[in-house]
C-alpha cells in the first residue's frame, strides 16, 4: 500500500489528481488580489511561485507576503516554491541563499510543501528534507527540463533519485518536442508508479504537446495536475474549471 500525503484535508496520492493553481504577483498587492480571487475557485492546493516575486531576495519581506497570503487563503494545503532560471523560473539567486530562506520559511509555521530543486547540493537537500519534516512540512524534490524529453530511464532515474534524496513527492516536467516524446513520459510515469514509487509523484510533460498528461494523470500516475486562474506559472496549463471537468469525466470512466 503506497503512501498517500494529507495536507489540510486534501489527500495528494488518492483518486482524482489534485488541482494546484500557482500565484505569481510580483508585489504584495498584487499577491493579495491573485489571494482573494483564488478563494472563488474549484482548487486543490495552492502554489506561490516566490521567484516572480520582485523582493524576493529580502527574507523579512517574503515572509511579510506569506502572512498577507495565508491570512488570506487560511485553509489551503500550501506549496512555497522559488524555480530557479535554469529549471524554468524567473531568476537565479545564490545557492547559500536559496537554502536559508526555505529553512526559514519553512519554520514558520505557514506552509505545507516546500519544493527542492533536485539539481542542487544533495548535501543541503537531505538537511533541508530533515528540517521540513521536523516542521511538519512535505517536500517536492522537483525537476523541470524546458529543452527536451529525457529517455525514458534517465525521467525514471531522476524521480527515484528524488525519492531516494527523501522527498515525499517527486515531481518531473519535460518538454516535448515531439508526440512521442509525450508518450516516453507518460510510460515514465507508469513505471515509476507501478515499480518504485512509494508515495505520489508528479509528471508532465509541457506546451500545447503534453497538454494529455496534465489531464490523464490518474490513468498513468501523477497524482496532481496544476491549473491556470489568472496567469499560467509554466506552458501548456489548463484553466482551472475546464481542468476540474476534464479529470471528474476521466475518473467517471475508470
Not at 25 to 49: H, Y
Not at 123 to 133: R, S
Not at 215 to 225: I, K, M, N, P, R
Amino acid at each position: 500500500m503506497k503512501r498517500t500525503v494529507e495536507v489540510r484535508g486534501i489527500t495528494i496520492g488518492e483518486g482524482v489528481p489534485k488541482i494546484c493553481v500557482p500565484i505569481v504577483g510580483e508585489t504584495i498587492a498584487q499577491l493579495e488580489e491573485e489571494a482573494e480571487l483564488l478563494k472563488s475557485i474549484d482548487l486543490d492546493v495552492v502554489e506561490w511561485r516566490v521567484d516572480f516575486f520582485k523582493e524576493v531576495e529580502d527574507i523579512e519581506k517574503v515572509k511579510e507576503a506569506l502572512h498577507r497570503i495565508r491570512a488570506i487563503l487560511s485553509a489551503a494545503p500550501l506549496i512555497f516554491t522559488f524555480r530557479s532560471a535554469k529549471e524554468g523560473g524567473e531568476k537565479e539567486i545564490a545557492t547559500e541563499y536559496y537554502f536559508k530562506m526555505n529553512k526559514e520559511i519553512l519554520r514558520t509555521g505557514l506552509i505545507d510543501i516546500v519544493d527542492v530543486e533536485l539539481f542542487s547540493n544533495e548535501y543541503e537537500i537531505k538537511a533541508l528534507v530533515e528540517e521540513a519534516h521536523r516542521n511538519n512540512v512535505f517536500v517536492i524534490v522537483s525537476n523541470h527540463d524546458f529543452d527536451k524529453t529525457p529517455a525514458r530511464e534517465e525521467i525514471i532515474a531522476r524521480l527515484q533519485k528524488a525519492q531516494d534524496l527523501g522527498g515525499d513527492i517527486p515531481k518531473i516536467a519535460v518538454m516535448p518536442n515531439s508526440i512521442e516524446d509525450v508518450l516516453v513520459l507518460l510510460e515514465a510515469t507508469n513505471t515509476m508508479r507501478k515499480k518504485y514509487a512509494k508515495g505520489p509523484i508528479i509528471t508532465m510533460s509541457m506546451a500545447g504537446k503534453g497538454v494529455i498528461s496534465r489531464l490523464a494523470g490518474e490513468v498513468f500516475g501523477s497524482a496532481l495536475t496544476f491549473g491556470a486562474a489568472k496567469k499560467a506559472s509554466a506552458p501548456g496549463q489548463v484553466p482551472v474549471k475546464e481542468l476540474r471537468d476534464i479529470l471528474n469525466l476521466i475518473h467517471s470512466g475508470l
